[in-house]
């Protein structure tokens, strides 16, 4: 249990407030798995809100035309300043709007936003939202990658699962600190049962019991793995005098491939 900053006690680790034209859309990946089980337990506590609720005209009208001209609609201020500032004071959240202009979501960040109470992701529609309404409301503007959705809504699941999952009690005791990027380098292979598939043995390393063996291994391969796919990240990772001589094998044994996609 966290004490948030005004002295409230809350009974959850995280509360996040979710602000959409498309609530429906929440109901299908937030009712199972990882979220679910971090809700039952208590550890979160997701609301979805329709921004609707907040438009001030009979038709419950929240967008309008673009002024200058040009296709699409745009979200109209008034309801988004009202739903994100009854939403941020109810639980001293930290306001996020999700949107293709925003800060690339990447692990440190997803880490970050764990360690706030709480969180109130604005989800965009259409061609964004009125200028005026993020110059009151400051938010952390956030974006999944360097395409464009159809709205905000995705991102903001993707969001949720990259960021509950690193709450204390969601995942099995440091199976966070094990993951790709968390480390700096990307994870090495991973294998189970059966020993042998297809002909494919499991490295006889992981079967030997030796746990610094293994270890050594698992990190030779994040080492390979990394400089094979990802060569870019080697720049910032934190790495020991160990890891930099097994670096130096690992470039000998092969030169850098690049990403192998186009
Ligand atoms: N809305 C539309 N595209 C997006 C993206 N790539 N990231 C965050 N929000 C978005």
Avoid: N
Wanted: aromatic share 6%; with cysteine.
């Amino acid at each position: 249990m966290r004490r948030r900053t005004g002295g409230e006690r809350e009974d959850v680790d995280l509360r996040i407030d979710i602000l959409t034209l498309f609530p429906e859309m929440f109901s299908g990946p937030f009712a199972g798995g990882m979220i679910r089980k971090a809700t039952e337990a208590g550890i979160c506590d997701l609301r979805v809100h329709d921004l609707r609720d907040w438009a001030h005209t009979a038709h419950r009208v929240v967008d309008d035309e673009v002024f200058g001209g040009g296709p699409g609609m745009v979200l109209k201020p008034e309801p988004i300043v009202a739903a994100c500032e009854a939403l941020v004071a109810k639980g001293t959240g930290r306001l996020v709007y999700l949107t293709p202009q925003g800060v690339p979501l990447d692990q440190t960040l997803a880490g970050r936003l764990a360690l706030e109470c709480g969180l109130v992701l604005l989800c965009g529609r259409y061609e964004g939202v009125d200028e005026r309404a993020l110059q009151i409301l400051r938010p952390l503007e956030i974006s999944i990658g360097d395409y464009v959705l159809t709205g905000g809504e995705l991102p903001a699941m993707v969001l949720v699962d990259a960021v509950v999952r690193l709450l204390p009690g969601v995942l099995a005791a440091g199976a966070a600190a094990e993951d790709s990027f968390a480390t700096g380098l990307l994870e090495g292979p991973q294998y189970t049962r059966p020993r042998v598939f297809r002909g494919l043995e499991v490295p006889e390393v992981l079967l030997s019991g030796d746990h610094a063996r293994i270890a050594a291994w698992r990190r030779y391969e994040a080492l390979r793995r990394t400089w094979r796919r990802r060569p870019e990240l080697l720049r910032s990772a934190p790495l020991s005098a160990e890891d930099r001589r097994m670096l130096r094998a690992v470039m000998a044994e092969e030169p850098p491939a690049g990403r192998t996609q186009p």
